[in-house]
């Protein structure tokens, strides 16, 4: 099985729960630039939220038996 969701698929998921205007729910321009957003704060977020990241997101993947998987530099591990 191939997970085929990379940054950018789960950011056009992930965008409109986080981001939306209700006054202009169909503003294409505003939704690119909000999955742009979204991707640039999962491919940084090391940068942006420190190691501790990992740890969090380790809690959430044990508590929803979910894998979740993330490239950190200082792990021999990748798979949280």
Excluded at 4 to 26: E, G, W, Y
Excluded at 57 to 62: D, K, V
Aim: proline share 4%.
């Amino acid at each position: 099985h191939l997970n085929r969701m990379d940054v950018h698929n789960i950011s056009v998921c992930v965008a409109p729960s986080i981001f939306h205007k209700l006054d202009r729910p169909n503003d294409v321009e505003s939704s690119f630039k909000t999955i742009a957003f979204i991707e640039y704060l999962i491919e940084n977020s090391m940068q942006i939220f420190g190691e501790e990241i990992y740890k969090w997101l380790e809690a959430i993947s044990l508590k929803y038996n979910v894998g979740i998987s993330m490239n950190n530099p200082n792990s021999s591990n990748q798979s949280i």
